[in-house]
Antibody
């Protein structure tokens, strides 16, 4: 059964880099039918698309975050990762990883989410 | 990249039907049959309930249905139940480099 699990520090200082990893179990991250994405939800606000990656390493970012985001994949570990640079308090959010089905472009499986707080 | 437009909130009584709209452009909602809807209960992972405009994943109640007209997609929930109270989000494939665009979300209150 497919499972996605986010991991990483829950507290990041302003101006530093937020780093999260999503471990995928139950299916190979190298499947040609799927992309792997990151979504976030700031407190009291809606879901926001951050971006996604294909197993080959091709990346697709939300233009509003593109200058600060790096998404990478490690097929040997069945993991993909998010780096968000130069964070501010506005980047405080619950961060979700999810599987994006490349036929219907729907997010058909999600992690439980992890809260990251940006504070000194 | 502008988010898709959804009403901030809708409400209905048990047994009634409600419809949530999701308005985009010809570069996303109106241009492709790739609109999806998600149900999100606070503290839980969002759940896919509609894909490809009107298809339901296995296990999703047939009380949920989707449609589209032009650049606006709609989610209809019939026979409202207390457990339907949640936030609902639409997404669409987009021809921009982002691949996916989200709606701002709609809070459904069951009165």
């Amino acid at each position: 059964q497919l499972q996605l699990q986010e991991s990483g520090p829950g507290l990041v200082k302003p101006s530093e880099t937020l780093s999260l990893t999503c471990t995928v179990s139950g299916v190979s991250i190298s499947s040609s039918s799927y992309y792997w994405g990151w979504i976030r939800q700031p407190p009291g606000k809606g879901l926001e698309w951050i971006g996604s990656i294909f197993y080959s390493g091709s990346t697709y970012y939300n233009p509003s975050l593109k200058s600060r985001v790096t998404i990478s994949v490690d097929t040997s570990k069945n993991q993909f990762s998010l780096k968000l640079h130069s964070v501010t308090a506005a980047d405080t959010a619950v961060y979700y990883c999810a599987r994006l089905y490349g036929i219907s472009w729907s997010l058909d499986s999600w992690g439980q989410g992890t809260l990251v707080t940006v504070s000194s | 990249q502008s988010a898709l437009t959804q009403p901030a909130s809708v409400s209905g009584s048990p047994g009634q039907s409600v419809t949530i709209s999701c308005t985009g452009t010809s570069s996303d909602v109106g241009g492709y049959n790739y609109v999806s809807w998600y149900q999100h209960h606070p503290g839980k992972a969002p759940k896919l309930i509609i894909y490809d405009v009107s298809n339901r994943p296995s296990g999703v109640s047939d009380r949920f249905s989707g449609s589209r007209s032009g650049n606006t997609a709609s989610l209809t929930i019939s026979g409202l139940q207390a457990e339907d109270e949640a936030d609902y989000y639409c997404t669409s494939y987009t021809s921009t480099s982002a691949l996916v665009v989200f709606g701002g979300g709609t809070k459904l209150t069951v009165l």
